[in-house]
């Protein structure tokens, strides 16, 4: 089945370690993003691809990084950079950004819960 | 993009119909409204969206008033497995899919 995978849904880290968080999706989208969310909050966009090879930094992007070589993959690195990195983490995918159309839908995976130790 | 006031918490009967409303006053003409929920530790799952016409699907109606200044979702025999947190987003033209606002929303609770 299609669909996005993330991996682990568990990580413990240790401070100044850096980590990086799988995403890889299989519904041919062009899209992707990343996501972060902490106790009783909404939703917070690290960063986001629109295309293989190019990406953009979101509203939270300090202490992140992403690569994006593959269409399907779009793995998150949290850096030793980053504050506060304990969160929930969440990737999507869609099948255009959307941005020349009001319509389309967000695919999310799992999330994978990163807590620093 | 127009921002959305929703009740922080709802309740509801199981197999009774859950209405859940937003505001969204400032809302322009080619914005349309979605939404999503999301059950505790997943992520968010798509459930509708709409421009000005009322929708249904599988999972659920949306119904936006004339003005388009507010809209309600409807879940019409909701279930235990629908206790989740529902976020009501507006999108306008020019904006990324991914920056939707997903704010705090509403906690709907479905009770036995």
């Known amino acids: 089945d299609g669909g996005i995978t993330q991996s682990p849904k568990y990580l413990f880290r240790k401070e100044g370690q850096n980590v990086t968080l799988s995403c890889e999706q299989n519904?041919?989208?062009?899209?992707m993003y990343w996501y972060r969310q902490d106790p009783g909050q909404g939703l917070r966009l690290i960063y986001y691809?629109?295309?293989?090879?190019?990406?953009q930094k979101g509203d939270i992007a300090e202490g992140y990084s992403v690569s994006r070589e593959k269409k399907e993959s779009f793995p998150l690195t949290v850096t030793s950079a980053q504050k506060n990195p304990t969160a929930f983490y969440l990737c999507a995918s869609s099948k255009s950004s959307g941005r020349t159309s009001n319509t389309g839908e967000l695919f999310f995976g799992e999330g994978s819960r990163l807590t620093v130790l | 993009d127009a921002k959305t006031t929703q009740p922080p918490s709802m309740d509801c009967a199981e197999g009774r119909a859950a209405n859940l409303p937003c505001n969204h006053s400032t809302i322009s003409g080619n914005e349309y409204v979605y939404w999503y929920r999301q059950i505790h530790s997943q992520g968010p799952q798509y459930i509708i969206h709409?421009?000005?016409n009322n929708e249904t699907n599988e999972m659920a109606s949306l119904i936006i008033t004339e003005d388009r200044k507010s809209s309600t979702l409807i879940l019409p025999h909701a279930t235990l497995r629908d206790t989740a947190v529902y976020y009501c987003i507006v999108k306008g033209r020019g904006s990324t899919l991914g920056r939707l606002y997903f704010g705090r929303g509403t906690q709907l609770t479905v009770w036995p």
């Open positions: 519904l041919n989208h062009d899209a």
């Open positions: 709409g421009l000005k």
């Open positions: 691809s629109q295309i293989v090879n190019d990406f």
